[in-house]
T-cell receptor, first 112, second 116 residues
Framework: AQTVTQSQPEMSVQEAETVTLSCTYD???????LFWYKQPPSRQMILVIR??????QNATENRFSVNFQKAAKSFSLKISDSQLGDAAMYFC?????????FGAGTRLTVKP | GAVVSQHPSRVICKSGTSVKIECRSL??????MFWYRQFPKQSLMLMAT?????????EQGVEKDKFLINHASLTLSTLTVTSAHPEDSSFYIC????????????FGQGTRLTVV
């Protein structure tokens, strides 16, 4: 069974600084997708970034980038120039159709 | 991006009654939708996979008779919590993907159910 592990229940970052959230996963599949979702206090799940396992290049979306290490089954999220609006729960997710599995989440606090 | 609408956003019901939660894909047809439950400060736990025109597939430990899922059309799946009890109080979220595309899941706004 696929599992997703986020070892950091809480993280804190100073506004304008950079923070990295960790995620590891376990799978025997070779073709899958990885995602980072953000869940603000409104509880709406918002896609931050996604990575296809077959792509070696790390995905980037503006201030958000990932470090995808397929052999190590690691998928960390880097947030650059952190903003107050980045404060939220962040969930790492793994998808090998049809299922999507989520990590336990990391609560990110951004200090002004 | 694609839109998934979930209704109601909040509901309070009396113990022993049933409550229905709707999940609609507004601008695409979803042959498959997913229902999650999220306890406070915890992750999303997949409850069941809703398949249009066929029976839902439930995760281990989820009571089929307690959580009835109906996916009668390509744009609507419903979750009915039957004979609700206070321990059913939780946040329920649905999601859907665009068929044939290897895209992310789109999530509804979630429903906070409180059973009193």
């Amino acid at each position: 069974a696929q599992t997703v592990t986020q070892s950091q229940p809480e993280m804190s970052v100073q506004e304008a600084e950079t923070v990295t959230l960790s995620c590891t996963y376990d799978t025997s599949e070779s073709d899958y997708y990885l995602f980072w979702y953000k869940q603000p206090p409104s509880r709406q799940m918002i896609l931050v970034i996604r990575q296809e396992a077959y792509k070696q290049q790390n995905a980037t979306e503006n201030r958000f980038s990932v470090n995808f290490q397929k052999a190590a089954k690691s998928f960390s999220l880097k947030i650059s120039d952190s903003q107050l609006g980045d404060a939220a729960m962040y969930f790492c997710a793994y998808r090998s159709p049809p299922y999507m599995r989520f990590g336990a989440g990391t609560r990110l606090t951004v200090k002004p | 991006g694609a839109v998934v609408s979930q209704h109601p956003s909040r509901v309070i019901c009396k113990s022993g009654t049933s409550v229905k939660i709707e999940c609609r894909s507004l601008d695409f047809q979803a042959t498959t939708m997913f229902w999650y439950r999220q306890f406070p400060k915890q992750s999303l736990m997949l409850m069941a996979t809703s398949n249009e025109g066929s029976k839902a597939t439930y995760e281990q430990g989820v009571e089929k008779d307690k959580f009835l899922i109906n996916h009668a059309s390509l744009t609507l799946s419903t979750l009915t919590v039957t004979s609700a009890h206070p321990e059913d109080s939780s946040f329920y979220i649905c999601s859907a993907r665009i068929p044939g595309l290897n895209t992310e899941a789109f999530f509804g706004q979630g429903t906070r159910l409180t059973v009193v």
